[in-house]
């Protein structure tokens, strides 16, 4: 059997990125076709532990009270996540002949983990390195989002912010995902305009993975 694609799905939080997953899979499964989606943090050990740091139930005690991990031990813990999340479960379903659509991989360390580790090349070159052993994508899909448009959107959610959903932090990471291509110059990677609403982000997706089948809209 013929492997299946591994597509991808990135942006800033608030971009959508969860809700166009879930509509793409369903896409797939309504068409008869194969589709298994995923995402990172994934449900795996790994992942469920790097959620408790995102929501605050994992903290480093310090001098001045209790901390974050810092960038560097988020960057090894995502980097650990998204190989046992390739080993157990992408690899598998590609070989399967499974299409897998990812909500968020190597793409979100390399521009959270550099941005809070103080954006400097060192920094994003170092993460890279650490994900080197990571499959590439068939296609990756970045949607693009007005930093205050993704916030107005995060503040319709419920619960407290995450760790890295701090607006200014939001406004680094748009920037730094507009120039991502130029940090992975051999993978296929189309910027998505996610300003507007659901189903026009859903149809320029839908145009992009039909052309990544060889087939038309
Ligand atoms: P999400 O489920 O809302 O997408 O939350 C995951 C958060 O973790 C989001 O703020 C992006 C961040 N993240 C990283 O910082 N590095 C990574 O490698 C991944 C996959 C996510």
Request: charge should be negative; charged fraction near 25%.
């Amino acid at each position: 059997m013929s492997g299946g694609h591994f597509i991808v799905i990135e942006g800033i939080d608030g971009s959508g990125t969860t809700t166009q997953c879930s509509i793409l899979a369903d896409r797939f499964i309504d068409k008869g076709l194969s589709a298994h989606p995923t995402r990172e943090p994934s449900d795996g050990p790994i992942g469920v532990l790097i959620r408790q740091v995102l929501t605050g139930r994992v903290v480093v005690p310090s001098r001045e009270g209790v901390r974050p991990p810092g960038w560097a031990t988020m960057a090894t813990l995502f980097a650990s996540d998204r190989l046992d999340h390739l080993e157990a479960e992408i690899l598998p379903n590609l070989d399967n002949g499974i299409t897998v659509i990812c909500d968020r991989y190597d793409y979100s360390s390399v521009a959270y983990q550099t941005v809070s580790g103080g954006g400097g090349d060192e920094v994003s070159t170092w993460v890279r390195e650490l994900n080197r052993h990571a499959r590439r994508p068939d296609l990756t899909l970045v949607l693009d989002v007005d930093p205050e448009v993704a916030a107005s959107r995060r503040d319709t959610r419920s619960g407290s912010p995450e760790l890295y959903e701090v607006d200014e932090m939001q406004v680094e990471l748009a920037r730094f995902y507009a120039k991502i291509d130029e940090l992975f110059p051999s993978d296929t990677i189309r910027h998505i305009d996610a300003n507007c609403g659901v189903e026009g982000v859903t149809t320029a997706i839908w145009s992009e993975v039909m052309a990544l089948r060889g087939e038309s809209v």
